[in-house]
């Protein structure tokens, strides 16, 4: 049975890899890999896993373990992905017709190592087969250090006080991952924020982004506009900031077929996510009771509550469209409008009609009105006050976030107390919530 595997390989892996048969097991290994006491310890994969040094790294069904093995005189750590035993169909389909999921996650990776899209490097992958039954199965890669999902980390800054500084950078290099998986001809079919990784730590400013659980994924000569879209409506983002990812995944304002196919995705994708219940009824009432024994610690905040300061232009902007703002708002608000705009309509029309009738006869007064803005960080402070002090005495304003902490409070307080003494006059203004 195994000579069946190696055989079927090797005639659909890249060339810089080459089949493998250790003990029961049978599959392909990545050449830059090869070595004997390698090979010795992936025959002994299922003891491995069970060893007291494996460490778990996601259970359920597929597991994700960590291992640390012999290579070349010294250690490798590598991550083993198990896959679970499926049902006798799907074995039959997948031997016959599409291949098993380690061996299309191992393909994969390759493909994407080869056009230089972020993943981790492919080992090897092993099978041991029993007739049409596939009884063990496993995908071998590089096991990743200083690294965090994209979900983890967009949940965490979205909790925080997020800025378009700290957001921006992180959907460029989501972005531009994609982008480069997309132009390689790959579709992930499962490109949840869980399946990307940032680099953290030390690396996390020169990191590149990587994509994992490749296994669902399918290779094409050229991907449409509409299967890129159909891959992207699975990112987990508030829709203003979506858009947003587009543009930078386009690398200008994403065409509108793009946005339009993406907007049907999304919310086909959501009327399947509303309609789980009654698909899975029993594993859906498992999962909730799951959920309410271990809440999910870090999760999305509500989304009417999530707003973005802009750094640049000095204010908030919430991170929903117009009409995703709308379908949030209250159902009584409309009424509130309506009637408080019918109780105070004579005294505004009486009030406009006044001031129509003074318009350019009545002079008006500027003093005070004209002034300069400041916000200053630490290095353009000078570069600022130096150019306010070559426009003469125009008042100036000083901005004091909530959001911004003490310590910009004091850097802000030190600015007020200098221009004050040099007998400028400052208004100030408590910006208190976004």
């Known amino acids: 049975m195994n000579e069946f595997v190696v055989k079927d390989s090797l005639t659909n892996v890249a060339q810089d890899s080459s089949a493998l048969v250790v ?12 070595c004997e006491e390698l090979n010795q310890a992936l025959s002994r994969v299922p003891d491995l896993l069970q060893a007291p040094d494996a460490e778990l790294i996601a259970g359920g069904r597929n597991q994700n373990v960590r291992l640390m093995l012999p290579f070349q005189g010294g250690r490798l750590a590598v991550m083993v992905k198990s896959f679970g035993k499926q049902k006798r169909w799907k074995d039959y389909v997948d031997i016959r ?53 994209f979900h983890d980390q967009i949940i965490s800054t979205l909790n925080g006080e997020p800025t378009c500084g700290e957001l921006a950078p992180m959907l460029a ?30 690396e996390s400013d020169s990191g590149c982004a990587q994509i994992i659980d490749l296994n669902r994924g399918r290779i094409f000569p050229e991907l449409s ?42 919310s086909l994708f959501r009327l399947r996510a509303n309609t789980r219940r009654l698909r899975h009824p029993i594993r859906e009432a498992r999962l909730a ?33 117009r009409k995703e703002r709308v379908r949030l708002y209250p159902r009584g608000r409309s009424w509130c409008m309506l009637k408080s705009t019918a109780a105070a309509a004579w005294s505004v ?23 300069i803005a400041l916000d200053p960080d630490g290095p353009s402070q000078g570069i600022e006050v130096g150019l ?29 107390k200098h221009l004050a003494a040099a007998g400028r006059e400052v208004n100030i203004a408590l910006v208190q919530d976004r």
Request: aromatic share 10%; net charge positive.
């Open 289 to 321: 009771r799951e959920r309410d024994i271990h809440p999910e610690v870090n999760a999305f905040p509500a989304p009417r509550d999530i707003w973005i300061w802009d750094d640049r232009s000095d204010q908030a902007f919430s991170a929903l469209e």
């Open 225 to 266: 506009m509409r299967q890129r879209a159909q891959d992207l409506s699975r990112l987990n983002l508030p829709s203003e900031i979506m858009q947003m990812f587009l543009d930078i995944y386009w690398g200008k304002p994403a065409p509108e077929l793009l946005r339009t196919w993406h907007r049907r995705y999304v």
């Open 23 to 34: 003990g029961e097991y049978a599959g392909v290994i990545n050449n830059a890999f090869r």
């Open 173 to 202: 290099r989501v972005a531009e991952l994609c982008r480069a998986m997309h132009d390689a001809g790959f579709i992930h079919h499962d490109l949840g924020n869980q399946n990307i990784l940032l680099p953290q730590g030390e």
């Open 388 to 416: 306010l002090n070559k426009l003469g005495a125009a008042p100036a304003l000083l901005r004091f976030c909530h959001h911004e902490g003490q310590q910009r409070w004091h850097e802000q307080a030190g600015l007020v």
């Open 97 to 149: 017709y599409r291949k098993t999921k380690a061996q299309r996650s191992f393909e994969a990776a390759l493909h994407l190592k080869t056009n230089k899209v972020g993943t981790p490097a492919p080992v090897a992958f092993l099978e041991r087969r029993c007739g049409n039954r596939l009884e063990e199965s496993y995908f071998i890669s590089l096991f990743e250090e200083q690294v965090t999902s």
């Open 349 to 371: 029309r009486k009030h406009y009609l006044s001031s129509k009738a003074r318009a350019f006869s009545a002079p008006v007064n500027l003093k005070s009105r004209i002034g």
